[in-house]
């Protein structure tokens, strides 16, 4: 019987006591692939090249050998291409960091002051604007890159007022909120992760995940 790549990592993971969000960080993976991996949900895995490397760097990680984990992890690919099944990765979810309710009133509150004064709604206006986490749009890069550059653009917009980081790097932004930032990078899985905070400390952040090949 084929060994299951995704029961074997789980248990190598279990029997050493480690959380998922702990070897993420230390192998630079996004978690949720680790999931999939574990789950053996190989269409939620960008592509065969990422799936064995993630599989290899786990592997390495809970010190089990990689050889035949991944013919389990090709044989599952394999079968995914003979019956033209899609391999295609979850829809990205975005990291906001939202005060819903208190919106949800000023923005109540905003209705009715602008029917009496129109300087009042005006101000309220502004003030649920800024109990707003700040809008931000990465273009650049895609999510799950493979690349052989060891440098990559990291470029975007947020709100004009706020201020940008990238993987804890200060970045400059335009009078428009858009910003450009050249990023070195190491071989191997990288995480780009962009963050944007308003001055109140309300903050937005976007993860890419990338692959650099040497």
């Known amino acids: 019987m084929p060994m299951s790549f995704g029961l074997a990592l789980k248990q190598a993971r279990e029997v050493k006591n480690l959380d998922l969000s702990t070897i993420a960080r230390a192998i630079n993976v996004q978690e949720k692939y680790l999931q999939a991996l574990e789950e053996e949900r190989v269409r ?18 809970l010190g089990v050998s990689a050889a035949a984990l ?14 033209n ?26 209705i009715v002051a602008v029917i009496t004064l129109c300087g009042i709604g005006y101000l309220s206006f ?6 707003q986490p700040p809008q931000l749009r990465i273009t ?47 071989p191997g899985a990288q ?12 903050a937005s952040e976007e993860e890419r995940q990338i692959l650099a090949l040497e």
């Open 44 to 61: 939620d895995i960008p592509s065969l090249t990422y799936g064995k490397y993630f599989l290899r760097r786990y592997a390495a990680y």
């Open 70 to 83: 991944e013919n389990s992890l090709v044989n599952a690919h394999r079968f995914l291409e003979q019956h």
């Open 191 to 202: 995480i780009i992760r962009v963050h944007a905070v308003k001055k109140h400390g309300l």
């Open 126 to 131: 502004s003030l649920a604007q800024s109990l």
């Open 140 to 186: 650049s890069p895609a999510q799950n890159l493979i690349t052989h550059a060891t440098e990559l653009r990291v470029s975007g917009s947020t709100d004009s007022e706020a201020q940008v980081t990238v993987n804890d790097q200060n970045v400059a932004i335009d009078e428009e909120g858009n910003f450009s930032f050249q990023l070195s990078i190491q």
């Open 85 to 110: 099944l899609v391999v295609r990765p979850k829809k990205e979810k975005h990291k906001t960091f939202s005060l819903r309710s208190h919106t949800l009133l000023i923005r109540r509150f905003s």
